[in-house]
């Protein structure tokens, strides 16, 4: 008998590291899923029906609609919030509500700022090109290494000093929304943090949970395939 499918797919690859946040919400509140592969770049129709500006994770939840638009979310903090009210425990989001609001904050700046950053200014210019079987763009990569990240690992590292988490005692989507981007640069680059000793520690402690880790490995295994030694930026 075959085992049936968990309700919530996620439409992507385990190289975003969207989809790879909202791998980690469901594996820290022990919640079945599963990713589904769609090529972004040649989305077929259906893809298109649920993801108006083609972007990945898109979550379908099949308890609601098992094809279609109905049951689908596309966006990963919509995600997330979603699993979070449909899975209450254990709590990602806070009660307290600044401390619910900084984590929300720090959620975007990762998402934004610091993907921007790592994932266009890096993974991109060196995976996409090695991919598409040009040299991989070192200028580009090293520039945004020197020039743009360090007052974004500042910003972070001073929002995590004399602090195991972002906001309160606990694991919150702001940390887990952190570490999946900041390893979009680990897939790709040596990443040292020694000058910000409180997000360097803070990523070694989030690197070391089964919902971090896990899916970080399989995005490991399909870059080493293309890139086998990272690239030193420095």
Not at 65 to 90: L, M, N, Q, W
Not at 95 to 122: P, W
Not at 156 to 180: G, H, K, P, W
Request: proline content about 8%; glycine content about 4%.
């Amino acid at each position: 008998m075959s085992e049936t499918a968990p309700d919530l797919t996620f439409y992507g690859s385990p190289l975003s590291p969207f989809v790879r946040k909202a791998a980690a919400v469901c594996i820290e509140k022990d919640v079945p899923f599963e990713i589904e592969a769609v090529n972004v770049f040649d989305p077929p129709q259906w893809f298109k029906d649920i993801s108006p500006m083609k972007r990945i994770p898109v979550m379908r939840d099949r308890s609601i609609a098992a094809e279609g638009v109905d049951g689908t979310i596309a966006d990963s903090s919509a995600i997330c919030s979603y699993i979070e009210r449909k899975h209450p425990a254990p709590a990602l989001y806070c009660k307290e509500a600044f401390a619910h609001g900084r984590a929300l904050a720090l959620e975007e700046y990762a998402d934004t700022n610091l993907a921007m950053a790592g994932g266009l200014g890096i993974f991109r210019p060196i995976f996409f090109s090695i991919t598409q079987g040009k040299d991989a763009d070192l200028a580009k990569a090293k520039a945004t290494w020197a020039n743009d990240l360090p007052p974004i690992f500042s910003y972070l590292d001073a929002q995590l000093e004399n602090r195991d988490f972002c906001v309160e005692d606990s694991i919150s989507i702001a940390d887990i929304s952190i570490t999946c981007t900041l390893m979009q640069i680990a897939l790709v680059a040596e990443m040292p943090l020694d000058n910000f000793p409180a997000l360097a520690a803070h990523y070694e402690r989030m690197i070391a949970r089964p919902s971090i880790a896990g899916p970080y490995t399989k995005a490991d295994r399909i870059v080493r395939k293309a890139l086998p030694e990272r690239f030193d930026l420095t």
